[in-house]
Structures are given as C-alpha cells and as structure tokens.
C-alpha cells in the first residue's frame, strides 16, 4: 500500500476521533431544541398506526401500495405454495397513467399590475417561458414519475430547484493516447469549469417528506414541512464540505429520541439512527415564522434566523403538493392501489386455488399400503415397477373432476369487481367482448371519462402548484447575469459588461401565426421599433419562419414578483380517433358559418394537422407564401383583404351511368 494512502487513513481515522461538538449560543439551543422537538412529534405522529392507512403506519401504507404498483411477488409460505401475483393493480395504475399522459396540461397565464389591470402580452410571453425551461429540464420525461406516484400513494411531494452544475474543463484531456506511459499522464483542471443552471423540478419519496400536522388536509397551511435524506459521507463532504460546522458532523448518531435537558445542553441527535459514514441530511421549512435550517446528523450548519425567502420566491415552501383522493382531517390522500390491493390479493388467491385444484385433479395425492419407499417417479410413462399389487396405491382426497363452471363464474365475479373501481378494459384499449358499434364504444369512453374526473382534477392542481412555483424561479434567476466580458468596441475606453440570457422557442406569435419568439435579458436601452423590425425581420429570412424578439429588463424583470399571477391549466389532447377529428372539423365550419371573419385559420389549420399526424409546418403551405400567390392571382389586396369575386357557374353535366 502506498505511503500516501496509509498516512491518508491514519488522518481520517484521528478526524474521527477528535470530532466536537459545536458551539451554539444560547439562541441557537433553544431554537435546535424548538425544531426537535417539533420534528420529533411530527415524525412520531405519522409513524403510528391510523385508520386512514388501514391501522397502518404511513411508511406501512407506502410499501404497501409501492408493492402492489411493482406487482410485488412474494416468498413462499411452504412448499405447496405458488408465487402467482397478476399484477392486475399495476395494469390498472398504467393505464390511467396512459390517460393522463396522452393530455397535453398547458398553463394559461394571466397578469395583473399594481393596479388590478391586466397585462396580456406579459402572460403570454411568461407562458413561453415556462414551456421553455419545461423544455431544457426534459419535463415530459419527468411527469411520467410524477404522475405514476400521484397515482400509487395517492400523494407526491415535488420541490421546485434552481441547479447549477458546474461541468469539469480538462485542458489537456486529448494529449494521452494509448501506448503512452500511463505514469507520465497528468490531467489538469481548468480553473473555471464550465457552469450549467436551469430550473427543474426533482420528485421526493414520499417517505423522505414530514408534515408539522398530521391531520391538518390543507397543505398550504402547514407550517412545518422537513425532508429527511440519507447519503454517504463522502458525498455529504462534496456538497457542504466547505461549510462552517463540518468538521463538528459526526460520523455516527444512534439517539433518535428527544431528551429533556436539549435546550440546556447539546446532545447527538438525529431522526432516525445513521449508520457508519453516513450523513442524515434534514431540511427544515417553516412558512410563518420564514426560517429555514439544514441539519447534518443533527448539527445546524446555518444561522437560526436564516429566511426561507432567500431560497423561495413567495416565501413558501419549496415542496410541493397533490393528492388525488383527499380526506377530509388528513394531511395526506388515498391512491389507486387503496381500491384494488385488497380485491387483487383475493384474485390472486383464487388463482392460486383454482391452480391447485386442477393439479390435483391431474396428479391427486395418492396413499400406499406397502411398506417400500415410492417416488413420484413410479408415474413416469413406459416405467415398469415391480413388487407392485392392484389396490395398493389409492387417491387421499375424494376424486376431483377439476374446476367446474361456478369457479370459473366466481373468477369473473372478482375480476368485475376491480373493473367497476377502475377504468375498464376497452379505455385500456382491448377487444370487447362481442359485437358493438362504434357509437357504442365512443358512448362507453365518455362514461369513464366520468371516472377521470377526479384524476384529472388532482393533475390539473399539481400542474398549476408546479407552474406557479416556476414563475417565481424563473423571475427570481432568470435575469442574473450570466458571466460578464470586456466591450472593447471603443478602444480607448474598454468597459466590463454583464452578459444575460438569450433563448428562442417556437410558438404561437401574437398575430397567431407559428414561427419562433426569441427573449433577450439586458441592462442597456431596448432597441429602436424600427431597429427591432429590422432585426426580426433578418431573422425571419434565416429561419425561414416569423420571428419576433422579446426584450425583458433584467432590473425590472425582477420586480415582477410583486405582480399578481393567476395560471390556469387548459388539457388538451395529444393525439385523437376518428371521431374527433370529425367533430373537430364539424366545430370549425360551424364556427365558419356563425363568424366567418373570426375564425383563427393558422391555429385551426395547426390543429387539423396535429389531429391527423403531420407536422403543420409541412403539412401545409406558410401563410406569407399563399398570400404573395393570392396577391399575383388578384385574389386580396395590398392589405391581405381578399376582393370579392363573382361566383363562377359550373358548366359540368351529368353523365349517365352505363
């Protein structure tokens, strides 16, 4: 072993030997032993049995329904037993899952000022923004998790992060090829690696999540919410290793329970027992009191006044919340595994019955009257036994004829039933049974549209939870400056510059053609209206679509808080049958009948595209392109105005058929 890695060892082993208690000040006990005691008692509260988890405690209730959304198998009772689980629970959960996935849960955002007056174009461009940091984060793989725990538990907990990664800059990383002496390769770091910050939302285990009242069903008047994270030390080390305090975290705690005298005295403590080189890593929010803590094996590695409005935009809690069924005097909801655990395991059960029966009926357990040893293997075809009379094997059990038509028709009794609390076999896309029309099918998916209600409900308030959260992080860091450069456009004079965010989207643009919004972050003066046309309009050359450029103060962009945002969700399907498409169409000439004049074509024309797979773009010649034929054809004016033309009489006859 090599010099350096003994005497490494030897310093680590003596760092946890000489580790100290801090030192608090007397605020600083009483406020530790204020937060533990709290966090004791909500703990304790949510780790005893409750009748809404079936006398449960709720990490009990959350295994349980994560096991029935795996389709958990489990071990053998005896030797006889089958491990059969149909994982009916999980079937059921992935198909709401697929319904709820093939909506699209756009925001609709709404601004008003100071003085209660709306701002449109603010919304609108917001919207674009949101969608946009949807976008870079990759949401759309995200909320397949998100939803798929709302779905299992019932309840899913998502806090609201800025990240910022900070990505290794190697400079000679290319010197080093194969054949080279791996000795001589010396790999240097650049002294400013490149940085990466975005918004994204990540998704905490239910059971990582601590409410300050347990039976309060009203999240957001909690005012203690904690999360409680176990990690190795070494990575606890890369993460607060810099920090005040940590060479005073210790590298094990085994008292969970709280003492009398903590407010006088400092004493190890942590929620739950940490292992050997652990870090049990606590985040504490108090909302009304605005404070924020973090402890490392119960050490506070911040001040005890620290706001939690420094970390949170509107100065509430970071995590948010959903429930799918709620229940009124409880903090927390009931999922879909709650309705069909139960009913599964009686299914499962028979199963297992019906199988053992038909075994039996196969192969029955037979008695000898001998005294020799026999195998089964006296069963085996073309075997010949000796030292064998007529009568000595006989059948134990009465002769079984296997199963008969009452088990089967009890088999689908119990199959109804999980089909009655759930959504049913032809909304999972599966042949019905017998002949229906399709009417009758449309019919049969708007009756379980019914039983989407309450699903759609719980998504639609978790989409707008996570939406609203995102506003406040984006005005809250979207307009920092990114890095900041020498303007040497005058040489005698070379100023530093703040550089800012720049992205580009493409959308819906204010005079409802597609083409692409691009936003620019500054401090300087906004351009001209003309120099701005100008510049949209070498854009629009480049892209080959509309472009228009949307400039947002990066001083007053942050001041944008005060305003008051109200987000709706709107959901609209991503793709649709037939029949929708139909109706689409039916709605649109209707439209046209009732408003001619008033009717989005390029909206509409971008939907009919969506509805049957194209893309609009292709699918469909560019507005200004049939707008210059219309123009050669004498078809509208200098305006766009289409000219009224005198209807031409069809001159084609008709021909009769042979």
């Not at 000489?18 to 966090?39: H, K, N, Q, V």
Request: aromatic share 10%; hydrophobic share 35%; charged share 30%.
């Amino acid at each position: 072993m090599p010099t350096d890695t003994k005497t490494e060892q030897k310093e680590e082993q003596a760092e946890k030997k000489e580790i100290i208690a801090p030192e608090y000040t007397a605020d600083e006990l009483e406020d530790r032993s204020e937060l533990i005691r709290a966090m004791c008692m909500a703990r304790d509260n949510r780790e005893s049995p409750h009748p809404e988890f079936d006398d449960m405690t709720y990490s009990q209730y959350y295994d349980s329904n994560k096991r029935a959304d795996l389709s958990y198998i489990p071990p053998k009772k005896n030797k006889a037993d089958k491990r059969i689980v149909t994982g009916y629970t999980r079937e059921k959960d992935t198909t709401l899952l697929s319904a709820l996935l093939g909506y699209n849960f756009q925001p609709d955002i709404t601004v008003y000022n100071n003085q209660e007056l709306i701002i449109a174009e603010l919304g609108n461009n917001m919207e674009d923004v949101v969608k946009k940091t949807r976008e870079v984060e990759d949401w759309n793989t995200k909320r397949s998790l998100v939803y798929r725990e709302l779905i299992s538990q019932g309840d899913v907990f998502v806090e609201e992060v800025w990240e910022v990664q900070r990505i290794p800059d190697i400079s000679n990383a290319n010197e080093w090829r194969p054949g080279m002496k791996i000795k001589d390769a010396k790999f240097e770091e650049k002294a400013k690696p490149r940085k990466m910050e975005r918004a994204a939302v990540r998704l905490m285990q239910g059971k990582n999540v601590y409410l300050g009242d347990f039976w309060l069903d009203d999240y957001e008047q909690q005012g203690l919410v904690f999360t409680y994270e176990v990690m190795s030390r070494e990575r606890a080390k890369s993460i607060y290793g810099t920090w005040d305090r940590w060479e005073n975290v210790p590298y094990q705690v085994d008292n969970t329970i709280l003492l009398d005298n903590t407010g006088q005295t400092y004493n190890t403590w942590s929620l739950m027992a940490v292992q050997q080189d652990q870090v049990g890593v606590i985040k504490i929010q108090k909302k009304f009191s605005n404070q924020y803590q973090i402890m490392l094996n119960g050490v506070m590695m911040l001040p005890c006044d620290y706001p939690l409005s420094a970390i949170s935009p509107d100065g509430g809690v970071t995590i948010k919340h959903a429930g799918l069924e709620r229940i009124n005097g409880c903090a927390y909801s009931k999922g879909q595994p709650a309705k069909t655990k139960v009913d599964q395991a009686v299914h499962d059960n028979f199963l297992r019955l019906m199988i053992l029966r038909e075994e039996q009926a196969g192969a029955p357990p037979m008695g000898y009257r001998g005294k020799k040893v026999l195998s089964s293997d006296i069963y085996t075809p073309g075997k010949i036994n000796n030292n064998m009379k007529e009568g000595d094997l006989f059948p134990i059990l009465p002769q079984s004829t296997g199963l008969q038509q009452a088990d089967f028709s009890m088999y689908q009794l119990i199959k109804q039933m999980m089909e009655d609390k759930t959504l049913n076999a032809t909304y999972s896309g599966e042949s019905p049974e017998g002949k229906v029309t399709l009417g009758q099918l449309q019919m049969e998916k708007q009756q379980q549209l019914v039983k989407l209600g309450i699903n759609f409900d719980a998504v639609k308030n978790l989409e707008r939870t996570l939406v609203w959260a995102r506003i406040g992080n984006i005005i809250m860091n979207y307009a920092k400056p990114l890095d900041n450069k020498v303007n040497d456009s005058n040489p005698d004079n070379k100023v530093l510059e703040n550089v800012y965010r720049t992205f580009s989207i493409e959308t819906t643009l204010s005079d409802g053609k597609a083409g692409i919004k691009q936003f620019e972050f500054t401090d300087k003066a906004f351009p001209t209206v003309r120099d701005q046309q100008e510049e949209e309009q070498m854009l629009g050359d480049y892209y080959g679509k509309p472009v228009q450029k949307v400039y947002f103060d990066s001083e007053q962009f942050m001041n944008l808080l005060k305003y008051r945002w109200i987000v709706n969700i709107v959901a609209t399907q991503e793709d649709s049958d037939d029949i929708e498409r139909e109706q689409f169409v039916l709605f649109v000439r209707e439209a046209k009948e009732i408003w001619p004049d008033s009717v989005n074509d390029g909206y509409a024309k971008e939907k009919y595209a969506i509805k049957i797979g194209e893309d609009p773009t292709k699918f469909f010649v560019p507005q200004e392109q049939l707008d210059q034929a219309r123009m050669a054809a004498g078809q509208v004016d200098a305006m766009g105005k289409p000219i009224a033309v005198a209807p031409v009489k069809s001159t084609q006859t008709s021909v009769p058929a042979r």
